[in-house]
């Protein structure tokens, strides 16, 4: 799914996507507060898609929409719904309804060892042998990493402290976990699990010792990696508004300090590395579809003003950079 045009005035944001239907091309319309973009379903049709819009007056005709109203109906008729690739009817995040291998591998060994370390007692033979570091049943350890043994940096994410902790994480874990197996393969899942785990327990166990686990990191890189896929990409990635907001929300919580003693540096690195990997399909959509935020004397300059010009000027278009910053301040203040 690739998008195509954005528009201040919902009526013609539809008025183009009629347009398209009656040349046979489906696209869909994702509004906001104040814009209204349409995105083509079919990148195929991109092409024919643009020289349409190019063509599009912005005034919506009625013989078109009555026409696209036929086409749409006729559809249903034909039980031939439009599928956009990856977004569930409530908005959020879409399943295939089968959590992939590697997913439900990582679901199955968490859940094992909660059980098995008595929900993370820090005194548990288990949890000391996949610490990022050895400890001894009298709580020594080495202060440093040691490479002999480099499938440490990955055992932690296994440990979860509390039945909280681990339904937190499992649930996300299965949500976008499967989105990403489902649309892009478990290889890259596998990828991206070691990219956005790996650093932030080297940098964790520098910061606070070995006493930390939990996948928070990487399901803070996994949701990095499929917003940016969502957003900027045609894969098919879906996350809602509402799933964003929530899980950065948890995210800054966290870095306050007020839910007690957090792996941040784990949450941070794991976000900042996931939304890297994204970043390709960020800099592709920039340099596709770059315009003018506030185009000089156009009515949106003239009238937009406070805090929804500053939104559609400096954040909108820059949201993973401030994704990125954020995860940055966390990193260094937490």
Partial sequence: M?????????????????????????SHVRSDESRHAVWIIDEADLEAATQLASRYSG??????????????????????????????QSGGLARSGAVGPLTLALIVLCVAVSVMSGL??????????????????EGSYFVRFDWSQPWRLMTPM???????????NMLWLYR????????????????????????????????????????????YGLFGFS?????????GYSVSDQDTMWIMGWFVVCATGLVGHIANAQHALGLFFGLLAGMPAYVAFRRSSAKVPLAKGSWADLNIQGFQRFRRVYFDPYVPLWFVGLAVVVLFVG
Avoid: C
Wanted: glycine fraction near 10%; charge should be neutral; proline fraction near 6%.
């Fill in 2 to 26: 690739r998008h195509l045009q954005s528009y201040d005035d919902a009526d013609q944001a539809r008025g183009l996507a009629d347009e398209l239907e009656v040349q046979g091309i489906e």
């Fill in 59 to 88: 005034a919506p005709s009625d013989s078109s929409r009555t026409e696209a109203e036929r086409i749409r109906k006729q559809r249903e008729v034909d039980k031939k719904p439009v599928r956009i690739p990856g977004l569930s």
């Fill in 120 to 137: 993370g007692d820090p005194n548990s033979a288990i949890l000391r042998a996949l610490f990022v570091v050895p400890i001894s049943p």
């Fill in 158 to 168: 296994l440990i979860h402290f509390g039945l909280m902790h681990l339904a937190f």
């Fill in 176 to 219: 976008l976990g499967s989105q990403i197996e489902d649309l892009q393969g478990t290889r890259l899942l596998l990828g991206l699990v070691a990219l956005t785990q790996i650093p932030g327990a080297l940098v964790q166990f520098g910061v606070s010792g070995p006493l930390f686990g939990g996948m928070s990191g990487v399901v």
């Fill in 227 to 235: 917003w940016m896929q969502a957003r900027y990409a045609s894969r």
